[in-house]
């Protein structure tokens, strides 16, 4: 079976508190930059990119993440919470992604900034079209469904490698993300929501056909 046949489903979920004079120096250095990226608030897009240049230097870090981060499961890729801004600014979470293990197509709740730590990822991304061929953006609440005539249609393919760094917002947020290489892959996550109360920061699941 191939990576994107296998089971697409949201992660195990972890989280792990420390108190702050337990988070490791390396670690700190990171929370306090993404906080200084965070702190000037506006536009959703800027955001994303000053904090893609906060995270984008600390991802040759060896000693980054503590052991707990780096767990995976067995049955399906593992967010482990590292950190989340006490005023739900932001969060911090560690995807630990064995061989195979994906994400369904999905956009999010908010920005987003990913950076390969080890491994690499594979990515689709996609847009969501009518039955007129036009580019269709859900409203907040609205599933998307099949019978209205919406198909997936596929905008780039590319492989995320250890060491880059992206940043998004939505809409034009949505895409397909699998481990496709033979060890574990991890990739660090920073989201503008609260992760820990919200569990995840998947708004919804695209299961439509691909045009």
Do not use: K
């Not at 067995?74 to 969060?91: L, T, W």
């Amino acid at each position: 079976m191939s990576a994107q046949e296998t089971s697409a489903v949201r992660p195990e979920s972890a989280r792990h508190d420390r108190a702050p004079q337990d988070v490791p120096p390396s670690l700190r250095r990171l929370i306090d930059e993404i906080r200084e990226a965070v702190a000037p608030g506006g536009d959703a897009a800027q955001t994303s990119r000053r904090v893609t240049r906060a995270l984008e230097h600390h991802l040759a870090v060896p000693d980054l993440l503590p052991a707990e981060a780096r767990v995976a499961d067995p049955e399906r890729y593992r967010q482990n919470i590292v950190h989340v801004e006490p005023d739900g600014s932001f969060s911090i979470v560690a995807l630990v992604w064995l061989p195979g293990q994906q994400t369904p197509v999905h956009d999010h709740i908010s920005w987003c900034v990913v950076g390969v730590y080890e491994g690499e990822e594979a990515e689709i991304r996609y847009r969501v079209e009518d039955a007129e061929g036009s580019e269709v953006h859900l409203a907040d609440g609205q599933m998307p469904d099949p019978e209205d005539g919406l198909r997936l249609v596929r905008t780039a393919e590319v492989t995320n490698p250890n060491g880059s760094a992206d940043g998004f917002a939505p809409p034009g947020d949505l895409h397909r993300v699998w481990n496709a290489g033979e060890g574990t892959a991890i990739s660090i996550h920073v989201y503008g929501a609260d992760i820990r109360e919200l569990g995840s920061s998947i708004r919804r699941t695209y299961d439509l056909p691909e045009r």
